[in-house]
Each structure stands twice: as C-alpha cells, then as structure tokens.
C-alpha cells in the first residue's frame, strides 16, 4: 500500500504523456525547449518547497499511501513526482491554448478573406 500514491502520480505523468503525444501540445512540438521549461518548473517549485520546509510551513504528511523515502527532512520522492506532473499538466495545457489560440484566430482571419 506504500507505493500507491507514487503509483497514482506515475499513472498520472504517463497520461500526460500521451495527452502530449497524441495532440502534439508540448515535448513532442519541441523536446529540447519543454525540457528546459520543466527543468525550470522542477527548480522553482523544489526550491519554494524547501523554503516553505526551512520556515516551518510545509510538513511531510504521514499516511500509509507514501513510500516513506525522503529526499530531505520533510521532502518525501513523492513530491519531485507530484512537481513533475503539476509542471508537464502547466505545459500541455499552455500547448493546448496556444493551439486552441491559433486555431480560433486562423478561422477567423478565413471568415474575413471570405467577406471580403
């Protein structure tokens, strides 16, 4: 029962995948520069944890559906996973509204040739 809750992120992170897979939303449009931007996002938020850690405001939280594994003192693996896919969730959805964005402006520019 100790991996479930790692075992629900991964599920997670491969759904995300295949989101992006699928509609070409981010890392499949452009590898090099999704992996900058999650590296990016991993950093951030690892660091706004590990201040939060240091005030005392963020707790590791005891449940039996976690691994037990930290990586710091109140910093469980799980969390890199989680931070993982709230950054790769951030990422396909800005590559969905970007697409949505262009879609939306390419059909409209198309209504106005025909107007014209």
């Given amino acids: 029962?100790?991996?479930l809750y790692l075992l629900a992120l991964l599920v997670s992170i491969t759904g995300m995948v295949v989101l992006d897979r699928r509609f070409t939303l981010f890392f499949f449009?452009?590898?090099r520069r999704a992996s900058i931007v999650l590296?990016?996002?991993?950093?951030f938020f690892v660091g706004w944890d590990l201040?939060?850690?240091g005030l005392g405001i963020f707790f590791r939280g005891e449940t039996s559906f976690m691994t037990g594994l930290q990586l710091a003192p109140e910093l469980?693996?799980?969390e890199i996973f989680f931070l993982t896919l709230l950054c790769y969730l951030a990422m396909n959805l800005f590559g969905f509204l970007t697409r949505a964005s262009v879609?939306?402006?390419?059909?409209?520019?198309?209504?106005?040739a025909v107007r014209s």
């Fill in 1 to 3: 029962m100790g991996l």
């Fill in 29 to 31: 449009r452009d590898a």
């Fill in 39 to 43: 590296v990016a996002g991993l950093v």
């Fill in 51 to 53: 201040a939060g850690i």
């Fill in 76 to 78: 469980p693996v799980e």
């Fill in 103 to 112: 879609g939306r402006a390419g059909r409209v520019a198309g209504r106005e």
